[in-house]
């Protein structure tokens, strides 16, 4: 494909990479069959093939309207479309460049900017997102059905074992999870402390910054990122092995901050490291004798999330540990196309982000599994305002 990207973008350090990853596009269309929006409305520019034209157009300086990025903001940034592309095109990294660029150009009504505002400035810090939660259990009973499924009951808090062995690991504070299901990343302190491993909590640590980043905030996004990086450095130094996610989102995104800090001059090199050591949960266990956990009988649909399968590309992980266990997992139909939390994308899009959940759910069903498991705060927090109390993260499985 011919590129002629306009001065505007040329003057950007991601201008050759931008250049590539438009280059790689053969146009084949196999991304389609792949993409949930696609699926769903059947129009080709809420497709990937779509969106990479309307991105070219952009990026080359012809008009752009409210309609390109109305397009653009329905894409989920599943990356199914990676997976299935035979040309390696980097379609989640063309999005997350352009985006700005055409917010820029574009603009945003007000109500948008509101929101978008409200959400990051809200959602990444863990005691104004608590507060929020606070004040939202509190006014339930006079919301509306739709957001009163969304506010989950207050979490009983949960104490972490002591760390008591000479293998450390450590573990972000992290923003919206610590709020919303604290008995994930405690699930996981005991799982790690039965092996062997403490999982240290970092201080000074928050949010991993996806949730900016894929709102077209990459300032604020890189300056959390820096704000990781700085906070583990020393525990690092000290002999931590790994940085473990427990929600595969986060883990997507701190695994990228050595190549979305590449050229900063003073962060290239610790960012590098940093992303080098982030672990998944499941990349840890997968690695260790778990002959100390025991299954119960209970039959599991295992949810994958995007960001596992397509991000991570840590398809069938999770599943080897549970089975390795003894569960039993049931097959699950589709199980590429996204549940439609995707961030905040279920706050911004209901109605498309309800249609897709209440899908999986289907598809989760199908063999009438005991419980469902998945392994991203959002998918869960998400799948589990249709109703549907079955649905765990997988770690607390692990007995």
């Not at 020393?234 to 990228?256: F, W």
């Amino acid at each position: 494909m011919q590129i002629q990207l306009a001065d505007f973008v040329k003057a950007k350090p991601e201008h050759d990479e931008l250049a590539g990853i438009l280059r790689a596009c053969v146009h084949c269309g196999f991304c389609n069959a792949a993409c949930p929006t696609y699926q769903v409305l059947g129009n080709e520019l809420d497709g990937p093939r779509g969106r990479i034209y309307l991105m070219k157009q952009a990026l080359e300086g012809q008009a752009v309207s409210r309609l390109t990025q109305q397009h653009l903001d329905l894409c989920l940034s599943c990356r199914a479309c990676e997976t299935t592309c035979p040309s390696g095109v980097r379609y989640g990294r063309l999005l997350d460049i352009s985006r700005p660029m055409i917010d820029a150009i574009v603009g945003r009504s007000l109500p948008e900017r509101i929101v978008r505002g409200l959400i990051t400035l809200i959602f990444p810090y863990r005691q104004r997102f608590g507060a929020l939660m606070a004040a939202a259990r509190l006014a339930k009973p006079a919301l509306p059905p739709a957001l009163k499924q969304k506010i989950p009951p207050k979490p009983a808090a949960i104490a972490w074992p002591k760390a008591r062995h000479a293998r450390k690991m450590l573990a972000l504070s992290g923003c919206v999870q610590n709020i919303l299901a604290p008995e994930i990343d405690a699930a996981s302190t005991r799982v790690l402390d039965k092996l062997g491993i403490s999982l240290i909590p970092v201080p000074g640590s928050g949010c991993c910054g996806a949730l900016n980043y894929h709102l077209a905030d990459p300032r604020r996004a890189l300056a959390l990122a820096r704000n990781n990086i700085d906070a583990c450095r020393p525990l690092l130094e000290q002999g931590a092995e790994a940085i473990v996610m427990t929600a595969s989102g986060c883990g997507v995104m701190a695994k990228d901050y050595g190549a979305l800090l590449q050229t900063d001059p003073y962060y290239a090199e610790p960012a590098a490291r940093f992303s080098a050591l982030v672990k998944d949960l499941c990349e840890v266990l997968i690695a260790e004798d778990l002959s100390v956990f025991k299954a119960d009988h209970r039959t599991i649909a295992f949810q994958s999330p995007c960001t596992l399968q397509h991000g991570l590309r840590l398809s069938g992980v999770v599943e080897t540990v549970l089975q390795t266990i003894g569960y039993r997992l049931v097959a699950v139909p589709d199980e590429h196309l996204c549940c439609g939390s995707a961030g905040v994308y279920s706050l911004l899009r209901p109605k498309l982000a309800a249609r897709l959940r209440d899908d999986k759910l289907q598809a989760l069903e199908t063999h009438q599994p005991d419980i469902i498991a998945t392994a991203n705060i959002g998918c869960l927090s998400h799948l589990q305002s249709a109703g549907n109390q079955k649905i765990v993260h997988w770690i607390e499985l692990l007995h």
